[in-house]
């Protein structure tokens, strides 16, 4: 079959923070109806291109293209508009909202801003329940991080920008988002993940890559990537 069009696609693509290179030309397609993995030790910089792809960082060098479109320099909650929804690796929800006016807070500021398709997510990720009028400050990390990923869902993106959505999940809440991210994935969503727990990504991820100082220097499936000694522990 015939490989489809990348939805996101970074070329040699740079970052600094003064005067050290965090991203030192990366090329990445994102690529719709998969799940791309990026792995590497920590200070690899792969929280760096996240935030180059979100929009949150500007790069130094290099472009960012959504299908045929240079967004290198639109802003974050542009990008948010066109369609690339993010997580975040330290979580950012509203803390003096509810778990369902967050969600709506998603809906609102994404590509098709629409109060039925967040509360289809708010149904997806079982936050439809007691849970839903509850204030997010109340919540444990584990509740958190659904209702930051439900946040992200509720405005319909075409790619999902996730870091480490993995970290602070006890096995449960881990098989729980692994089901739901495989069904984006199957709906046509482009997915990156940036993710520490290396059986997740074997489970999840149709293509890994391997950052290492700011360079990406191994790509492939993950049963070919993570046998390598590429495959750091972080
Ligand atoms: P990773 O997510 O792979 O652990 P990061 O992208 O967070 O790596 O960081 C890459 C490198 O950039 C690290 O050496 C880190 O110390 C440095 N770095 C990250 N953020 C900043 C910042 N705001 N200012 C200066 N250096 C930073
Ligand atoms: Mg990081």
Known sequence: PQEPAPALTARGLKARYGGFTALDGVDLDITPGRVTAIIGPNGAGKSTLFHCLA?????????????????????????????????????????????????????????????????????????????????????PTGTLRRVELA????????????????????????TALTRVLKALAADGTALLVVEHDLDLVADLADVVHVMTAGRIVASGPPDHVLDTAWAVAP
């Open 151 to 174: 946040r992200a869902l509720a405005g319909s993106p075409r790619v999902l920008l996730l870091d480490e959505p993995a970290a602070g999940l006890d096995t449960a809440e881990v």
């Open 55 to 139: 929009g949150t960082l500007r790069p130094a060098g290099g472009r960012i293209l959504l299908g045929a479109r240079d967004i290198t320099r639109l802003p974050a909650h542009a990008r948010t508009r066109l369609g690339i929804a993010r997580t975040f690796q330290q979580l950012a929800v509203f803390p003096s909202l509810t778990v369902a006016e967050n969600v709506h807070v998603g809906a609102e500021q994404g590509r098709l801003p629409d109060p039925a398709a967040a509360e289809r997510t708010l149904r997806l990720l079982t936050l439809d329940g007691p849970l839903r009028d509850l204030p997010a400050a109340a919540l």
